[in-house]
């Protein structure tokens, strides 16, 4: 049990770096979107790598965040049907969720767009437009790379929920404290923003 928290911990601290430098492609997004607006609108001009480069902080953002992003319990679940069930049951959806969803999907992108991947590198793929982004294949990287990344966390969510199942009790609760604490500050971004909706205090 003690290895297995340890190998769930470093991946976990593996990942949540990843995540915290890839969110930064988001105000790189954020910067190039203006100007190429900007130029556009006030200077009459326009420039096909901008827009591919837009879209290509955009993957970079999604692929590399979206495995930081599960393990802080921050993706769209069904809460009015979650909510209800006991903290076992939720264990047990999540953890057979991770082994016949999750893990495999992972498996199947990751096997097919690393060929996707190769393939394009072997050409030397070039955007299609004569003024785009030339080495297509490193964005195309990008998409086994984040699944690979997201297969990694489901596999520590299994642990974790390994662990609070089948552990001892102690053990069990201090990893469920562990992923609490983790979804925290999450957590009270939900209810500030819904406070700010219903126009009541922050």
């Known amino acids: 049990m003690d290895l297995l928290i340890r190998i769930s911990d470093h991946l ?12 930064w492609a988001g105000v790189a997004l954020i910067a190039i979107t203006i ?4 130029t556009r609108r006030f200077f009459v001009l326009g420039s096909t790598k901008l827009q591919e480069l837009e879209w290509h902080f955009h993957v970079v953002l999604f ?3 979206i495995g930081f992003a599960y393990l802080k319990d921050a993706h769209v679940r069904i809460d009015l049907v979650r909510e209800n ?3 076992r049951v939720q ?17 199947l992108v990751v096997y097919f767009s690393f060929d996707f ?3 394009s590198f072997n050409v030397d793929e070039v955007s299609a437009s004569a003024t785009g982004l030339t080495h297509r294949w490193i964005i195309k990287s990008a998409i086994p790379i984040g699944f690979s990344l997201l297969a990694l ?3 520590v969510v299994v642990i974790r929920k390994l662990i609070e199942l089948f ?3 102690d053990l069990g609760r201090k990893v469920h404290d562990v992923e609490a604490a983790e979804a925290e500050p999450l957590d009270k971004i939900r209810i500030e923003n819904l406070g700010d909706s219903e126009g009541g205090p922050r």
């Open 167 to 169: 552990g001892p009790p």
């Open 35 to 38: 100007f190429d607006v900007v």
């Open 91 to 107: 264990w047990w959806i999540e953890l057979l969720g991770c082994l016949l969803f999750l893990l495999p999907y992972c498996a």
């Open 63 to 65: 692929a590399f965040c």
């Open 153 to 155: 966390s489901g596999l």
């Open 85 to 87: 069930l006991s903290e």
């Open 12 to 23: 976990d601290r593996w990942i949540t770096r990843v995540g915290r430098v890839a969110a």
């Open 117 to 119: 991947t190769v393939r």
